[in-house]
């Protein structure tokens, strides 16, 4: 897979590369540059036939919609990646923190219950079997 | 209410067996004396149901006589946010990447070889991603070479472009970092003292490496005067003018 992104970096950097050429063919054009603005533009041909041929090659790839976002406002997309990782740390410890309440919650509930209910938590236990060590 | 039923679903459901008919009802409903074959076929129904593997742990209803509304506890090995996520995915070098030091803001930083300027909002010249999705571009033709023909739809008039067109060769101002300056000093063969000292000293600097010819010039005229007996302060006046440059 690092392959294929690799063969589409180099594409593109090929073509942006040859873009920025003509761009500069045309800012001055001189009648000479005739024949260097042909081949410029065919070779532009060549460059989008072959990043068409790399879309095959990563058909199966998804790319979130904010990191267009991001992109699309002048930001560095890696900061869309930041945001997330930090998000999701943040949602873990959040959901660790619920289970871990819920967790010593439910053992004193149990004990407390086994003390104003002995039989019917004997019953209780009896079903279950034992709790998992919190 | 039966004859609706029969005319909805056909006739064949006339001919249920009676077993089937207590499916109908909920699992935690058992009739209060169940038959035999009833209760194998609940037996059947519920891990159905409830897509249990290996020991159940929640019983039949009537077996949980004081207790309603009993569940199954989670089953232990399910990955939850009790686990290091990012831990568990191997994710820590990318967080210690993106998290640990300050990724820059701005596009150009992630993107340096791209030309123009592609800090500014896509939406402002049009091309904004979003609009690829929004208003995909009509497409489908093979990309074929231009032939001779095609080619002089592109003959240009000659001449510069026109100021608003000229946007290829903008580039963001890069910021002069102080790292390079440091990186300089030290490589002066002078020693810095105080910095008042050392600024005076690249001034002179600057002004000795331009006239080298005059420096040459200057050397062959002491020679002359040494040799000269009538020159008057040689060895008095040369260590002073050497410990003002110190």
Sequence with gaps: MAENFDNLEEHLEKFVENIRQLGIIVSDFQPSSQTGLNQKLNFMITGLQDIEKCRQQLHDINVPLEAFEYIDQGRNPQLYTKECLERALAKNEQVKGKIDTMTKFKSLLISELGKVFPEEMARYKAIHGDDPPS | MTEIFSSLYGQNDGQVPPGSSTLGFGAGRPPPQPPAQNQASMSAQIPLQLGDEGPALRRPGAMNEPFYLLREIPVGNELTGNTNLITHYSLEHAYNKFCGKKVKEKLSSFLPELPGMIDSPGSQDGSALRSLIEKPPVCGNSFSPLTGALLAGFRLHTGPLPEQYRLMHI??????????????????????????????????????????????????????????????GLTGSQPNCSNSLR
């Design chain 2, 171 to 232: 580039q963001p101002p890069k910021k002069k970092s102080k790292h390079k300056h440091r990186h300089h000093r030290p490589q002066d063969p002078i020693p810095p003292e105080t910095p008042s000292d050392s600024d005076h000293k690249k001034k002179k600097k600057k002004k000795d490496d331009d006239p080298d010819r005059k420096k040459k010039k200057k050397d062959k005229k002491k020679k002359k005067n040494r040799h000269s007996p009538d020159h008057p």
